[in-house]
């Protein structure tokens, strides 16, 4: 059986918040940066945040329509990922992925790698 590695997605009004867990296995956990990608219905596949290995994290690791509202963080001894959603919007509906950080060009190719596999966690914003 595979075992999805994303938890704690659902359905969540807008302004609402959501927290996002992750246990990822295809790499070992202190040697990759991690991040987040979602993707919406008839929209490219998008890195919302990415966080170092050592657990550091700036400004510039979130996507813009996120900023101020997402924050990434990790569990080294747990090797956990984690995404704190606030501030939801209507526009953050979306399948949310996990998974190792990835060069740009690699980035819109990446949320089909990952439902193959059968990753993935919906998150619906409601009005």
């Known amino acids: 059986e595979v075992q999805v590695p994303e938890r704690g997605g659902g359905e969540v009004e807008a302004g609402g918040s959501l927290i996002l867990s992750c246990t990822p296995s295809r790499h070992p956990f202190d040697d990759y940066d991690w991040a987040w990608y979602r993707q919406a219905p008839g929209r490219k596949c998008e890195q919302v945040s990415r966080i170092r290995s050592d657990g550091r994290t700036s400004h510039e690791d979130y996507a813009d329509s996120v900023k101020g509202r997402f924050t990434i963080s990790q569990d080294n001894q747990l090797n956990m990922v984690y995404l704190q959603m606030n501030s939801l919007k209507l526009d953050d509906t979306a399948v949310y992925y996990c998974?190792?950080?990835?060069?740009?060009?690699?980035?819109?190719?990446?949320?089909?790698?990952?439902?193959?596999w059968g990753q993935g966690t919906q998150v619906t914003v409601s009005s």
């Open positions: 998974g190792a950080d990835e060069v740009p060009s690699r980035i819109p190719t990446m949320c089909d790698r990952f439902r193959s």
